[in-house]
């Protein structure tokens, strides 16, 4: 049987059965010699080749490659360091206040919240979280949330620990219905679950590089929604935020009309030249194709994992299904001596949240997760 992918594409896929996506996917080998010759050109050559032209233009490509991601226009892509600081510029640009509330999940990754909750520090924001029973948050409990006073609904299109996914659409219409934004994080989505940001209408998505986009560490990507970006001023500003970059005016600051003005500081600017091979690579194979596969695997897994007396934790719906999934051994063996078990075997998984959590992403094949639920097997017994 063909695999999915060319082995050589992800070298490391050899090594071992990793289904770890989740933490830190394997980067795909094209993004990794862009890093690296980008590095090694700055090192020996300077200024030669890297000059100011290079400088202004370096995003380029990502912008490109990210609005194919989001089904969206270049100018409304924007590239910093990481998710957690473009989270932290958009939410002290939206800067809730005190009659207002922010509305998320008691699951999401903090780093999705800490932002707005420091917001709210500053100026009594309330903040309403969905709490969810056993790790799972039903949608209706977070849509009821939602009133007149609702700013901002920040998620995670997909929970980072259950692998729970949202329906985009119908958030946002709670949303827009009273006048809040919808805020994504889609750090567990974005290359592994379709996201139309035009067909869903959501305001703002930002998302990692190192995760299911199989690039490096260092870079992350924000969506802005045409209606925002003329009129916030971003929390983070410097000297790339001006609209002439290399005018470098210290008595003023003009924004461009577009999410570039979210691009503010020098970064490793390899970093968001790998992520754009990576990018263009998954576009190549196709987002939907990607995501057909890894269900299918995870389908497998699940199957596989409850014959063996497992509990997943997640929702039986089709909509709210992703390439995670969690799951725990009532009766059997701690998840935290299962999750050792495999990783010692050389089956890479993560321990979360009293679970193991699987996470398998379009280098893996079905002999893969056969080799797995056989450790699972011999773990158990």
């Not at 939602?146 to 996914?165: L, N, P």
């Not at 075997?345 to 280098?363: K, M, N, T």
Request: net charge negative; charged share 25%.
């Amino acid at each position: 049987m063909k695999r999915f992918v060319e082995p050589d594409d992800f070298p490391a896929s050899r090594k071992c059965v990793y289904l770890n996506a989740a933490s830190v996917a394997l980067m795909y080998g094209g993004a990794k010699r862009a890093v690296v010759e980008w590095q090694e050109d700055l090192a020996e050559n300077g200024t030669i080749h890297f000059d100011e032209a290079a400088e202004e233009s370096v995003f380029e490509n990502l912008h490109v490659a990210a609005a194919g991601l989001f089904h969206a226009h270049p100018d409304d892509i924007a590239v910093a360091s990481s998710a957690s600081e473009l989270m932290c510029s958009l939410a002290w640009a939206l800067v809730p206040g005190r009659e207002t509330n922010v509305v998320s999940t008691g699951v999401t990754f903090p780093s999705t919240l800490y932002p707005w909750s420091r917001v709210a520090r500053h100026t009594g924001c309330e903040i309403r979280l969905a709490r969810g029973r056993g790790g799972y948050v039903d949608p209706d409990e977070l849509v009821e949330l939602i009133d007149d006073r609702t700013a901002v609904v920040a998620v995670c299109h997909v929970e980072f620990s259950t692998g729970q996914t949202y329906d985009l659409a119908r958030l946002v219409e709670a949303c827009h219905s009273r006048g809040a934004l919808l805020v994504v994080d889609a750090t567990q989505s974005a290359g592994a679950v379709p996201l139309d940001v035009r067909a869903t209408a959501v305001d703002a998505v930002v998302t990692a590089g190192y995760k299911w986009l199989c690039g490096p560490f260092g870079v992350g990507v924000l969506y802005l929604a045409p209606h925002l970006q003329g009129r916030l001023d971003p929390g983070l500003v410097g000297w790339r935020s001006h609209k002439e970059m290399w005018d470098l005016p210290a008595d003023r600051l003009e924004f461009p009309g577009t999410a570039r003005r979210f691009e503010f500081s020098t970064i490793a600017y390899g970093c968001a030249i790998g992520l754009a091979r990576s990018v263009e690579y998954l576009l190549g194979l196709g987002v939907d194709r990607i995501c057909a596969h890894n269900r299918r695997l995870a389908d497998l897994l699940a199957r596989g994992l409850r014959e063996r007396g497992a509990e997943i934790i997640a929702s039986e719906g089709g909509g709210e299904r992703s390439s995670i999934v969690a799951a725990r051994f009532p009766g059997k063996k701690e998840s935290s001596a299962v999750a050792k078990y495999l990783n010692d075997a050389g089956i890479v998984v993560s321990g979360r949240r009293g679970f193991v959590r699987f996470s398998p992403h379009l280098y893996n094949e079905a002999a893969d997760i056969e080799e797995s639920l056989a450790c699972i097997e011999a773990a158990l017994a």
